[in-house]
């Protein structure tokens, strides 16, 4: 089908977003952390189309920190996303531009509005692989930038073997 397309993130790309950076330099950089597969049935940057996507989470962390993706927000600030989980355990990480960062918690059913201008990134806190959909308009892009490194203002710790959303200063 024209249009499909698919990425893999290796953690020597993720460099920077996770808080243990010792821990990083100690893990194979060419690790296999998640994988997009997704659908643009018309070309980025189309006014009024939409995209559609399925990414899986590996289960693992970096120190006590689990897997997740980089995270972004829109580079058009006010379009909108639904994510949908299907398989896994995860937690939704958000922050709008006041800075307030919260969580939705993810599991198979699960679905979620992102409004536009609020960053998002998903965590995978289970011990399976972390499945969701995606669905966003094909002219929102992508602003890595929010999230380089910092920008979130929390963080998905292992805390006695669970999983805790934690704010920070970052
Ligand atoms: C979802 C969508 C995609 C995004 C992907 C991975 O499938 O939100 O737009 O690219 O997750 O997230 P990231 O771009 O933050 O690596
Ligand atoms: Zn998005």
Redesign the pocket.
Known sequence: MPGLRSSE?KLGQLSGIFRDAQAFRGMDPDTIV?R?W?WEPVPGGTEGGL?W???EIQPGSVGDEYYM????RHAVLDRA?F?GTTVGEGMLVLRDESGRSWFEAMKPGSLHYISGRVA???VNTGDVPLR?V?C?PSDAG?D?QI?GGKGFGARVLRQNGKPSFTLTEE
């Open positions: 993130k998640y997009v997704w995209f996507g399925l990414t993706t980089h995270g972004h996303e994510y998002h990134r998903v969701f995606a966003w992508h890595y999230a």
